[in-house]
């Protein structure tokens, strides 16, 4: 009876690891491919771990409850995850030599594959609970049908005892063992939800200038960019009239309009905020100086339809531009872009005023383009 405690207990501290390993893959890596092998080689060598310290022996065949883990693979790991969990539990069943191993690494597979179809039906639906975690232990166990590959003679024996026995281990296991990655894996998702929270301006959809500013440190000021930088502060004119006039619902439409454009207009590696109120932050990096500025006249020209469709007519944008042959710190990237957009602001709005900056940050030159002159054809 001893025995039999103790290797309960085993059991219950090597599913506790598992479920801790898989907790630190979520945290610490990115990348659902990678996740999805690390995921398997933790839940494989459970498996492999689990076969170490058998639970009986039935007319010398070895009972574990090795399929257990194998089919939380497939279920929690998905279809690269299963498959080498499969693959560490079968060689670890074939070279220990028993001539019942092809019966086993069958049973295997079929633990594996209740697995995979358990996560289509269940796992990739966002439908995990307590019954669903019950109906993944019963399809884990009708791996067991290959017993029947097993001699005649042998049936009796295994179907009276070890069936039932493994049946009840693997219902009981992935009530404990699927319930432990399944927390770990929400606990990941409100991880990711509050991290998204804090980064993301909750009206437009776009990163907020903490998110952007983090963006920027580390993938634009490591750069070393072939044709500039380029860093545009977009500033909406008369933003209070607008709200006052057709009401913030109507404001909210042009905040949220001017964001669908920003995103439609640039490219996926440029980066785009919301600053707050009014006011919008783009960073196009590898853009030349010439490039810069008809980005920014489409850019102007789309604010205006923005305000058409609306239903806030006469709705215009000034745009400050800092443009540097190679990434300057943001904060000094910033505070030209600012200096420019005020210039745009100071003479008449609807425009683009560009800065140059050497690499230093060194204001060199100022040029300006206003509306009129702007709406010359450009390339698209």
Not at 325 to 343: E, H, N, T
Request: aromatic content about 8%.
């Amino acid at each position: 009876m001893s025995q039999y405690v103790i290797m309960t207990v085993n059991f219950a501290g090597l599913m506790a690891l598992t479920a801790i390993a898989f907790g630190l893959v979520l945290k610490s890596v990115a990348g659902r491919p990678a996740q999805q092998v690390l995921f398997g080689l933790v839940l494989g060598l459970g498996a492999a771990f689990v076969s170490l310290q058998p639970i009986m022996f039935v007319n010398g065949l070895q009972i574990d409850p090795r399929n257990l883990f194998v089919g939380c693979a497939g279920a929690f790991a998905g279809p690269l995850g299963g498959a080498i969990s499969f693959a560490i539990a079968a060689a670890t069943r074939y070279y220990e030599g028993d001539p019942s191993a092809y019966v086993c690494v069958l049973s295997l597979f079929l633990a594996t594959a209740a697995g995979l179809a358990w996560r289509s039906l269940c796992w990739n639906r966002g439908q995990v609970g307590a019954v669903h975690l019950l109906l993944l232990g019963l399809g884990i166990s009708l791996s067991y049908v290959c017993t029947f590959l097993l001699p005649r003679e042998d049936w009796r024996t295994v179907f009276s005892s070890a069936i039932p026995f493994l049946t009840t281990t693997n219902v009981i296991g992935t009530l404990v063992l699927g319930g432990f990655l399944e927390r770990e894996r929400r606990r990941r998702l409100r991880e990711d939800h509050l991290k998204d929270q804090a980064s993301v301006d909750p009206l437009t959809g776009l990163k907020n200038r903490r998110a952007f500013e983090a963006a920027y440190e580390t993938t634009v000021l490591p750069q070393s960019a072939t044709l500039g930088v380029a860093f545009l502060l977009i500033d909406l004119d008369h933003f209070k009239q607008v709200n006052d006039t057709y009401g913030h619902a109507t404001g909210d439409r042009v905040l949220v309009g001017v964001a669908e454009k920003l995103v439609a207009r640039l490219r996926d590696f440029d980066l785009t905020a919301r600053f707050g109120g009014e006011e919008f932050a783009v960073c196009l990096p590898d853009t030349g100086r010439e490039d810069a500025m008809m980005i920014a006249q489409r850019l102007r020209r789309a604010v205006v339809e923005v305000g058409k469709s609306a239903a806030a007519p006469g709705l215009t944008t000034s745009i400050g531009i800092c443009w540097t042959p190679s990434p300057i710190a943001m904060r000094r990237a910033f505070d030209i872009a600012d200096g420019a957009l005020y210039q745009a602001k100071l003479h008449g709005r609807d425009q683009v005023v560009l800065d140059d900056a050497d690499a230093a940050g060194t204001t060199r030159l100022s040029s300006a383009v206003a509306a009129g002159e702007a709406d010359r054809p450009v390339p698209a």
